[in-house]
């Protein structure tokens, strides 16, 4: 495992976001959804898709705190701009689960 530096980690901008919208991405090559997050006024509502579909449906989705990478640059996944990178740990069987807080805070919070 390569190490980082403390000033590296700074550099990766994690924030709590909220779905509001999700839909299925039928045109993704593995099953995947498409997101839609809000993370409050100073960033506001970004896209993203993820193969999370194992675990969540769009209708699961809606209303659930994620936690994402908001300063990626913006990735074309097919048709579709992913403007931000939603985290998850895969389970035993590899699919991925979504980090989430566990105690209600503000949405754009920044992780530290």
């Known amino acids: 495992m390569a190490e980082i530096t403390f000033d590296d980690f700074l550099k990766v901008d994690i924030r709590v976001g909220q779905v509001v919208r999700a ?10 959804i498409k997101m839609w997050i809000d993370f409050g006024p100073e960033i506001g509502e970004r896209k ?8 969540y449906s769009p209708e699961t989705l809606i209303g659930k705190r994620v936690m994402a990478v908001v300063n990626f640059p913006p990735r074309q996944i097919g048709r579709f701009m992913s403007e ?3 985290l998850g740990v895969a389970d035993d069987a590899g699919a991925v689960v979504l980090l989430s ?3 209600d ?4 919070g920044r992780m530290h």
């Open 23 to 32: 839909e299925p991405f039928p045109e993704a090559r593995k099953p995947a």
């Open 105 to 108: 805070v503000p949405l754009g």
């Open 48 to 55: 993203t898709s993820a193969q999370v579909t194992v675990h």
């Open 101 to 103: 807080p566990d105690l």
């Open 84 to 86: 931000v990178l939603v």
